[in-house]
């Protein structure tokens, strides 16, 4: 007897027998909708700013002239709104050059989905400001785990439950596994400190230990930063936070490791102690004290040359 082997029979769906195949086809193609800018929201914390500077002027010329080239993309939200994924600088040319609305390409998406999409999409920007990367790998790691990766993994500086995402995340942007640690640091710094780091002012490597002092204290060191018109290099930041791990981190402490010489400084001179501050007065910035100094021994050496000439024609 033969044997009758079972066939699995696929059914057409209800669309496939009352649709054509011209309408089939035209339904996978994406759907893009003019959708009102007033109906959009941005996305949550978005890391990745939107500045009016030289490149949006630029693109709003752009957009002026030809309109919006290519789709921004949105996730359709509840109560008929939508949520901005990629293009904010898109959205915010049309603002500023008087459009009402933005041409958009609609997806359906998990609020996880759309934070991995949101950051990889907008890492193919030019230029990526140092807090941009620390908040959008912040964000996508935290999205990567909610996603089902292990959570008893205890061997990643950044957190137990981190080491796999992180391992896979540095295998797609391109940035190891330590550095994306580093930039992911950067999110607990004071927002004075993380400007600076974004304005080239402060280095990568003592900002992350700064990252590590209590925001009370990385105050107190902006405050002494911004007064002596210096900051710390990366040995300096590290005695810093042992200072503070080890409860001695004082504003004296700090505005004398500023204060310190540094190997590509100028000598100078440093005056300090109990008997040269009260001299000085109480708002000069110890930077500025070999100024006042200087000032101070040439008017006193005017003095002492006009009681020598007043001695002479004695």
Known sequence: MANVRDVEMKLPSLDDLFSSQEE???????????????????????PFKVRDDEDMMNLLESVRANGVLTPATV????????????????????????????R?????MSLDEATIFMVES??????????????????????????????????????????RSNKELAA???????????????????????????????????????????KLQQGMIWESMELEGCTPSYAQAIRMRKMSEDHKLTPEAVEAILME???????????????????????????????????AMEHYARFRERQRTRDDAR
């Not at 089939?24 to 978005?46: C, N, Q, S, V």
């Not at 999110?187 to 402060?202: A, H, K, R, S």
Request: proline letters at 7%; glycine letters at 6%; hydrophobic letters at 35%.
């Open 261 to 295: 010489q540094k190997p590509n400084q100028k000598e100078r001179i440093v005056l300090s102690g109990e008997r040269f501050k009260r001299l000085f007065p109480p708002d000069l910035p110890m930077s500025k004290r070999e100024d006042y100094v200087a000032a």
């Open 122 to 163: 907008n890492f193919q920007r030019s230029t990526i400001l140092p807090s941009e990367k620390a908040f959008a790998y912040k964000m996508r790691l935290d999205a990567m785990n909610r996603q089902g990766m292990r959570t008893d993994l205890t061997s990643s500086p950044v957190g137990t439950k981190w080491e």
């Open 104 to 108: 958009c390409e609609v997806v359906d």
């Open 172 to 214: 797609q942007v391109g940035d190891s596994k330590s550095q994306i640690h580093r930039y992911i640091r950067l999110t607990e710094l004071l927002p004075e400190i993380l400007d600076m780091v974004d304005e080239g002012q402060i280095a990568m490597r003592p900002a992350v230990e700064l990252s590590y002092i209590p």
């Open 24 to 46: 089939r086809d035209d339904a996978k193609l994406k759907r893009i909708y003019e959708i009102p800018l007033d109906e959009i929201d941005p996305f949550p914390d978005h």
């Open 75 to 102: 996730r359709k939200k509840e109560g008929g709104r939508y949520e901005l994924l990629s293009g904010h600088r898109r959205y915010r040319a049309c603002q500023l050059a008087g459009i009402a609305s933005l």
